[in-house]
């Protein structure tokens, strides 16, 4: 019984996608997908356009 139960978890979670949000300093908030952090920016891709460019955020003001 627990095998089919853990067995259903993966096929149900294996189709579910993340989404991070982003909060930007005028209290702004992003739903992305975040594909690099570096030390001066974060690049990331919208979260309802995932097949668009990445965008770029300087992280140093």
Not at 26 to 45: F, G, P, Q, R, W
Not at 46 to 56: A, M, N, V
Request: net charge positive; charged share 20%; aromatic share 10%.
């Amino acid at each position: 019984m627990k095998k089919i139960i853990l067995l259903f978890l993966i096929i149900l979670s294996y189709g579910l996608s993340a989404q991070d949000t982003l909060l930007l300093r005028d209290s702004n908030s992003l739903l992305v997908i975040i594909k690099e952090i570096s030390a001066e920016n974060i690049k990331y891709t919208r979260f309802d356009f995932q097949d668009g460019p990445s965008y770029i955020l300087s992280k140093i003001v």
